[in-house]
């Protein structure tokens, strides 16, 4: 499968001993993809089982977490903290909160995540937790209770420089908020432990965008140095209307695209002359239900009850930015045969390894998660850094930086790339940039 003996031997070793783990042995083949093209050329990546180590998490909690809710019934759900890698700084990543959540979706985003931080030229090592309870249909109340539990265990594992968690999936400002309050009450400190943080006590402006935001700005790079070209008059859909769908859509707009088809679990809407991105702000603010609601405020637009099909409305370029394997094989040959010309995660590995390919093959540009939606966690080492000043920079320095940081991270994957291989193959050039720096760092620091 693999061009090195060494990568396949131990992905055949990775696959036994974790055959029920399917994202996580996905993102790691697609890694290994990548690391073909440097472990034939420098025999210590072997020698010092630099491969072994990165594939492995250094520690893995798990833990039960037992909540009332309000009915009075008792609940368990399970709570998780994989620390994956802390060779270049600590522990860094988001907590998900989803009935999905199980420890192979984790590993797969503390295995990705390792990497992406490292792209950002920040000091932050990779990892992932969350927990399997759903905070749909739950009172505020009951997220609170939930939240305050986890960190009731989580507090233990973690510390501004030992592990600093933040948001992802069912993790927003609310969660963090309740978190937050809790960590700061057994702990009887204030050191900005936990990111993407309310503005009122600790955190940067700018982060809620930031994940967002920041795919447009990598997108941008792409159109500049690719085709000479910029978002004005592009037709744009995205999937997800949650924290990173809804500000990639803002951004893209405000760059002179036309966003056209947005979606949620529900669904998505169409609306051919453009979303109205007020209303769509005020449904997402106000309920989870913006795909069904739309339309009662734009007749013109329709709404389709099946989220994947979002990828058959013709469009220029397409953000996925809802889950991960939403957009597949099905899904991309109807936007290549529809024109689409630019495909860039904001999700986390939300494209299948073969849909990937197909891309690719077809000439698409793409651009992986792991680079393009880096934006959200350099700005929480952002609000890490301004915690540790104890001074916030202003919207627009933070907003200057983290252009500066996507532009850099899209630099570094295209350079490695041209190197490697083909220039626009940014899985390879993003992996190759960003496992450099974690290897040096480990190589430097001997076998741990
Ligand atoms: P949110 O929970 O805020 O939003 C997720 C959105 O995706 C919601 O609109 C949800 O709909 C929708 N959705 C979920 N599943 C599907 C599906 N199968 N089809 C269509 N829509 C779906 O999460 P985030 O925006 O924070 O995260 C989205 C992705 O981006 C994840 O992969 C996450 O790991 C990644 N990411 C997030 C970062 C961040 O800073 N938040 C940083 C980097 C990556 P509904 O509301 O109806 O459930």
Same mark, same amino acid.
């Given at each position: 499968m693999f061009k090195s003996e060494y990568l396949n031997e131990l992905f055949k070793s990775v696959s036994e001993r974790n055959s029920s783990q399917h994202e996580y042995l996905q993102a790691i083949e697609e890694f290994f993809e990548s690391m073909d093209f440097v472990?034939?050329?420098?025999?210590?990546?072997?020698?010092?089982?630099?491969?072994?180590?990165l594939i492995e998490p250094e520690r893995t909690i798990k833990f039960r977490v037992t909540w009332i809710d309000d009915?009075?019934?008792?609940?368990?759900?399970?709570?998780?903290?994989?620390?994956?890698? /802390?060779?270049?700084?600590? =522990?860094?990543?988001?907590?998900?909160?989803?009935? /999905?959540?199980?420890?192979?979706?984790?590993?797969?985003?503390?295995?990705?995540?390792?990497?992406?931080?490292?792209?950002?030229?920040l000091p932050m090592g990779g990892a992932k937790g969350g927990s399997d309870f759903d905070t749909r249909g739950k009172s505020d109340r009951e997220i609170m209770r939930f939240s305050q539990n986890f960190m009731l265990e989580l507090y233990r594992h973690i510390g501004p420089d030992t592990d600093v968690p933040a948001g992802d999936i069912g993790v927003g400002n609310k969660e963090i908020g309740y978190m937050y309050g809790m960590y700061k009450k057994i702990q009887n400190e204030v050191t900005g432990t936990l990111t993407g943080k309310g503005l009122s006590y600790g955190g940067s402006l700018g982060r809620t965008e930031a994940t967002g935001y920041g795919v447009c700005y990598f997108v941008n790079e792409m159109l500049k140095t690719y085709r000479n070209d910029d978002f004005k008059n592009k037709i744009v859909i995205i999937s997800g209307s949650g924290k990173v769908g809804k500000y990639a859509a803002l951004k893209a707009h405000e760059l002179g695209a036309k966003v056209v088809a947005l979606s949620d679990i529900n669904g998505f809407v169409y609306d051919p002359n453009g979303l109205d991105l007020s209303i769509v702000k005020m449904l997402t603010e106000d309920s989870p239900e913006f795909s069904t609601k739309y339309t009662e405020y734009r007749p013109n637009a329709t709404f389709n009850p099946v989220? /994947?099909?979002?990828?058959?409305?013709?469009?220029?370029?397409?953000?996925?930015?809802?889950?991960?394997?939403?957009?597949?094989?099905?899904g991309v040959k109807a936007l290549v045969e529809n024109g689409c010309f630019l495909v860039a995660e904001g999700a986390n590995m939300p494209t299948t390894l073969d849909a990937t390919k197909y891309l690719q093959h077809h000439d698409i540009l793409f651009a992986p998660g792991k680079a393009a939606n880096a934006g959200g966690v350099a700005v929480s080492g952002l609000e890490m850094s301004q915690n540790a000043m104890? =001074?916030?920079?202003? =919207?627009?320095?933070?907003?200057?930086?983290?252009?500066?940081?996507?532009?850099?991270?899209?630099?570094k994957a295209y350079t490695q790339a041209r190197k490697y291989t083909d220039h626009r193959n940014l899985v390879v050039g993003a992996n190759i940039a960003g496992f450099m720096r974690v290897y040096q760092a480990m190589l430097d620091q001997g076998v741990l």
């Open positions: 472990v034939l050329d420098d025999p210590r990546i072997c020698e010092n089982a630099i491969m072994e180590r009915l009075g019934k008792i609940n368990v759900n399970r709570g998780y903290r994989i620390q994956f890698n /802390s060779a270049i700084g600590p =522990y860094k990543g988001g907590l998900r909160f989803h009935g /999905s959540v199980n420890e192979s979706i984790l590993k797969f985003l503390g295995f990705e995540q390792t990497f992406k931080n490292a792209l950002t030229g989220p /994947s099909d979002i990828w058959k409305v013709p469009c220029d370029i397409a953000l996925p930015c809802a889950t991960q394997n939403e957009l597949q094989i099905e104890h =001074y916030p920079w202003t =919207y627009a320095e933070v907003d200057e930086k983290l252009e500066l940081i996507m532009a850099d991270i899209f630099k």
